[in-house]
């Protein structure tokens, strides 16, 4: 059974659109962790956020934003204003206490932008 | 820091041949992983070495599949013989264990293509 599961494969919007990326997760364990990444067509993995289990705050750095509900398994992102640049892929991503803290992926989702 | 860095970027080798792949992880991470990554199958992590130590080869497809981790700041990856199938983007990412972190840095990765 998949752990990450981003069901949104691709999404297309117009510039300064805003966009939510959706991750929902899969887990036993009270301690955890929760990542976001991007993979720009240039093909690096890019550290965004780690978010651990016990904390719930919803975080915005700039344009970008993500919310935690355990509630609901989910761990979303949103990017508001999009922009060209954000066209990338982005991985949602989970480690656990009872998995050595292993990171485990989603399939990714791909964010088109278009000018 | 100058982050992981993976060699070579690209890999073009004919099927049977010998492939071996390179990374120097973040100096001071305890933690390095090999993950490769395929359309088919997203990003599936191969190897993971703690303290030089190899942890969990589980993912590792096949015999055709080693690692090693010499030293804190060297590991290879080798597929031999390689085949087509194992065409794919090769990542080695490194993580430390200090405090709540627990990220993966990822490096940029080696495409490679047998033929």
């Known amino acids: 059974a998949q752990k990450v599961t981003q069901a949104q494969t691709e999404i297309s919007v117009v510039e300064k659109e805003d966009v939510t990326l959706d991750c929902v997760y899969e887990?036993?364990?009270?301690?955890?962790?929760l990542f976001w990444y991007k993979q720009p067509p240039s093909g690096e993995l890019v550290f965004l956020i780690r978010?651990?289990?016990?904390?719930?705050q919803n975080e915005i750095s700039g344009r970008y934003s993500w919310n935690f509900q355990k509630s609901t398994s989910s761990f979303n992102f949103t990017i508001t204003a999009s922009q060209v640049v954000d066209s990338a892929v982005y991985f949602c991503?989970?480690?656990?206490?009872?998995?050595?803290?292993?990171?485990?992926f989603g399939r990714g989702t791909s964010l088109i932008v278009h000018p | 820091d100058a982050g992981v860095i993976q060699s070579p970027r690209h890999e073009v080798t004919e099927m049977g041949q010998e492939v071996t792949l390179r990374c120097k992880p973040i100096?001071?991470?305890?933690?390095l992983f090999w993950y490769r990554q395929t359309m088919m199958r997203g990003l599936e992590l191969l190897i993971y070495?703690?303290?030089?130590?190899?942890?969990?080869d589980s993912g590792m497809p096949e015999d055709r599949f080693s690692a090693k981790m010499p030293n804190a700041s060297f590991s290879t990856l080798k597929i031999q013989p390689s085949e087509p199938r194992d065409s794919a983007v090769y990542f080695c990412?490194?993580?430390?264990?200090?405090?709540?972190?627990?990220?993966?840095?990822f490096g940029q990765g080696t495409r490679l293509t047998v033929v």
């Open positions: 978010r651990n289990s016990f904390d719930e």
């Open positions: 990412a490194s993580s430390s264990r200090q405090g709540l972190n627990t990220e993966a840095f």
């Open positions: 100096s001071g991470h305890d933690y």
């Open positions: 887990t036993r364990d009270t301690t955890y962790y």
């Open positions: 070495f703690n303290n030089n130590v190899p942890i969990d």
């Open positions: 991503a989970l480690s656990e206490a009872g998995g050595s803290y292993i990171p485990t």
